[in-house]
């Protein structure tokens, strides 16, 4: 699977911006995916997840307290692409976001990078104050 991430933007607080990542292959739908960020000097963190359908269009999802009721995470089966909605930008939103594939056919909620197989290139936000 290859991932495409784009959508990033220099943006002032408040402000909302909507990352995709388009991915390649036909399994795309079967994948557990997530977007995790880094900001300059500090670890890869979560930032969101979301499961694999069953073929449905219900989905579990997760989110990092720091994001929680601002950032959705959705996808689009058809267009094998996961979005993050992202509202109420604030300055320590600032960082590069990366979407990641997982596991294949599971309803697990994944949060550590290292469960994580594939991974796009990253897209820059950055909000300023």
């Known amino acids: 699977v290859q991932l495409q991430a784009c959508g990033g933007g220099l943006v002032q607080a408040g402000a909302s911006l909507r990352l995709s990542c388009a991915a390649s292959?036909?399994?795309?739908?079967?994948?557990?995916m997530g977007w995790f960020r880094r900001a300059p000097g500090k670890e890869r963190e979560f930032v969101a997840a979301?499961?694999?359908?069953?073929?449905?269009?219900?989905?579990?999802?997760y989110y990092a307290d720091s994001v929680k009721g601002r950032f959705t995470i959705s996808r689009d089966n058809a267009k094998n692409t996961v979005y993050l909605q992202m509202n109420s930008l604030k300055p320590e939103d600032t960082a590069v976001y990366y979407c990641?594939?997982?596991?294949?056919?599971?309803?697990?909620?994944?949060?550590?990078?290292?469960?994580?197989?594939?991974w796009g290139q990253g897209t820059q936000v950055t909000v300023s104050s």
């Open positions: 990641a594939a997982g596991p294949s056919y599971s309803w697990t909620i994944y949060q550590r990078p290292s469960d994580y197989k594939y």
């Open positions: 292959g036909r399994t795309f739908s079967s994948y557990a």
């Open positions: 979301i499961s694999w359908g069953a073929g449905t269009t219900y989905y579990s999802t």
